[in-house]
């Protein structure tokens, strides 16, 4: 079921969007694959831990987060890659690593890699494990406003 947080913020924002349904799918390359999206727009996640805060790391689903840039960006050692226990509840209406790429609804900050920006179009999980949303790139930076940096492989 689509994250009802997110939902109402982008209606209320006027924002269009588009919800695709697919087959339950867990990682965010069988995600791609499922909803038929390609992989360099589909967003995945990444829950980090930054000086005892949590913050999200937003790359594009073939990539990885490589914690020393992290470390040079954020101007600290004390960066690490978060466990699911410790963040699941902060996500009520989200299935456990389903929750999407909007830190400013959960009052966090967004650090997304530029690969993603370079995007029209952007696609990540919408809160489960069966719901994509695909909108306009230029909509969800003006939304989220992340900070744009390199920090994946």
């Known amino acids: 079921m689509l994250a009802t947080t997110l939902k109402n913020f982008l209606d209320r924002q006027k924002v269009k969007y588009v919800t695709?349904?697919?087959?339950?799918?867990?990682?965010?390359?069988?995600?791609?694959?499922?909803?038929?999206?390609?992989?360099?727009?589909?967003a995945k996640t990444v829950m980090v831990e930054i000086d005892g805060e949590l913050a999200m790391a937003v790359l594009p689903s073939n990539h990885r987060v490589l914690?020393?840039?992290?470390?040079?960006?954020?101007?600290?050692?004390?960066?690490?890659?978060?466990?699911?226990?410790?963040?699941?509840?902060l996500f009520p209406d989200c299935?456990?690593?389903?929750?999407?790429?909007?830190?400013?609804?959960?009052?966090?900050?967004?650090?997304?890699?530029?690969?993603?920006?370079?995007?029209?179009?952007?696609?990540?999980?919408?809160g489960s494990h069966t719901e994509v949303i695909r909108m306009g790139f230029h909509d969800y930076d003006l939304l989220v406003k992340p900070q744009v940096a390199r920090f994946t492989s």
Do not use: Q, W
């Not at 790429?101 to 967004?110: I, R, S």
């Open 95 to 126: 299935e456990p690593g389903a929750m999407p790429p909007f830190g400013n609804l959960y009052d966090m900050p967004v650090y997304l890699s530029p690969d993603l920006a370079d995007e029209s179009e952007i696609a990540f999980n919408a």
């Open 20 to 42: 695709i349904t697919h087959s339950p799918a867990y990682t965010t390359p069988e995600v791609a694959e499922s909803a038929h999206i390609p992989g360099r727009i589909m």
């Open 67 to 89: 914690v020393d840039d992290l470390c040079n960006l954020a101007g600290t050692e004390d960066v690490r890659l978060a466990h699911e226990d410790e963040f699941k509840d």
